[in-house]
């Protein structure tokens, strides 16, 4: 609501109506979505992941085993020698391996969201640079993002196709409703 409020602002600030201003709207989400998997940016992104997350899928099917192997040991007839304490052990060590598991994939979500903005970042300059083409080319006074809250956006006012036209690239969502 307050991203509305501050785009109404932004129109009354500038001295005239509203009916002499130019507002386009653009969906940057869905730009950036149709940006994704398309050349090598996308593919560096998905090596990267997969790359990253094999420890973690490695250490998690490891846990899994110990599970299984306590659970093995729990219900096993006749109970061996020392049940209780192996159970303990098998208890400890499991949720220290789960601790170092979070842990990690922590770790590996942050270093994710690092690579993912490296790798954004001329994307994300393409675009701007894209959209200041619109504006200049439409004489828009504002361009504003579609998650800016409004109320009720006139359907002509989406420029994707033309910001994505500029980049290069075809929406590769087709939402019936931007």
Known sequence: MRSTFVALALLGAAGTS?????????????LLFSTRGLGPLG??????????????????????AKRAEYRELLYMVPAPQGRK????????EIETLERQLQEAAAEVE?????????????IHARMQKAIDEVAAEGGYTYILRR??????????????????KKLGISLTVD???P
């Open 18 to 30: 509203a009916s002499e201003e130019k507002v386009g709207v653009v969906d940057v989400d869905r």
């Open 43 to 64: 593919d560096e992104l998905d090596a990267f992941s997969r790359l990253q997350l094999k420890p973690i899928q490695e250490r998690a099917f490891f846990i899994e």
């Open 85 to 92: 304490e192996q159970l303990q052990k098998l208890v400890d």
């Open 110 to 122: 942050r270093r994710i969201a690092q690579k993912e903005q490296e790798i954004s970042a001329p």
């Open 147 to 164: 998650d800016a809250s409004l109320l009720y956006i006139q359907p002509d006012a989406y420029l994707d196709e033309a910001v994505a």
């Open 175 to 177: 939402w019936a409703n």
